[in-house]
């Protein structure tokens, strides 16, 4: 079945950068795109970008763009999201899904924390 | 961009009723691209519905979609324990590619 591991809980300090993996299996990775949505504690979801990962075609929410860097590794059927200049409202679980114009199968979200 | 205001922000009903949850778009929205997501507390969001009307797989029966244009409707027909949880549409677009409705929280009365 579709499954989508992330990697884990991270901690960063303002100004830092993360990184979060998402390791998809159970379907052809390069049928599907992944997108990656944000949800901050007690929000709602927050689309952030999406990447083709049969081409490498990248849509970035213009709220992140600049920030943010979405690429993938077909080798391993791995997708990264990669978030700059973290400010303390980029607190949130982090989550990649399966992409076919809806988000089908979801990763089990990374928390990331800002803080000093 | 398209904005999605969901209603009511809370629903407080008991187990065995009829659940109505409004979602509705600044402007006209392709049914095809209209979708609901339930979520529970520590988990990611589900898909339930695409296309406002299709139920995704594994989804029950009782989950239903409809609506057109700028107005849709996720209607729970008979409310079991576990669909306590919050409700989010979604509508796929471009610039940007989705964008979100704030939510429903469908509480135990």
């Known amino acids: 079945q579709v499954q989508l591991v992330q990697s884990g809980a991270e901690v960063k300090k303002p100004g830092a950068s993360v990184k979060v993996s998402c390791k998809a299996s159970?379907?052809?990775?390069?049928?599907?795109?992944i997108s990656w949505v944000r949800q901050a504690p007690g929000q709602g979801l927050e689309w952030m970008g999406w990447?083709?990962?049969?081409?490498?075609?990248?849509d970035y929410a213009q709220t992140l763009q600049g920030r943010v860097t979405l690429t993938t590794d077909t080798s391993t059927s791995t997708a990264y999201m990669e978030l700059r200049s973290l400010r303390s409202d980029d607190s949130a679980v982090y989550y990649c899904?399966?992409?076919?114009?809806?988000?089908?199968?979801w990763g089990q979200g990374t928390l990331v924390t800002v803080s000093s | 961009e398209i904005v999605l205001t969901q209603s009511p922000g809370t629903l407080s009903l008991s187990p065995g009723e009829r659940a109505t949850l409004s979602c509705r778009a600044s402007?006209?929205?392709?049914?095809?691209?209209l979708a609901w997501y339930q979520q529970k507390p520590g988990q990611a969001p589900r898909l339930l519905l695409y296309?406002?009307?299709s139920r995704a797989t594994g989804i029950p029966g009782r989950f239903s979609g409809s609506g057109s244009g700028t107005d849709f409707t996720l209607t729970i027909s008979r409310l079991e324990p576990e669909d306590f949880a919050v409700y989010y549409c979604?509508?796929?677009?471009?610039?940007?590619?989705?964008?979100f409705g704030q939510g429903t929280k469908l509480e135990i009365k």
């Open positions: 979604q509508q796929y677009g471009r610039s940007p590619r989705y964008t």
């Open positions: 296309a406002a009307s």
């Open positions: 159970g379907y052809t990775f390069t049928n599907y795109g």
């Open positions: 899904a399966r992409d076919s114009e809806e988000l089908v199968g």
């Open positions: 402007q006209s929205v392709s049914s095809t691209y």
């Open positions: 990447i083709n990962t049969y081409n490498g075609n990248i």
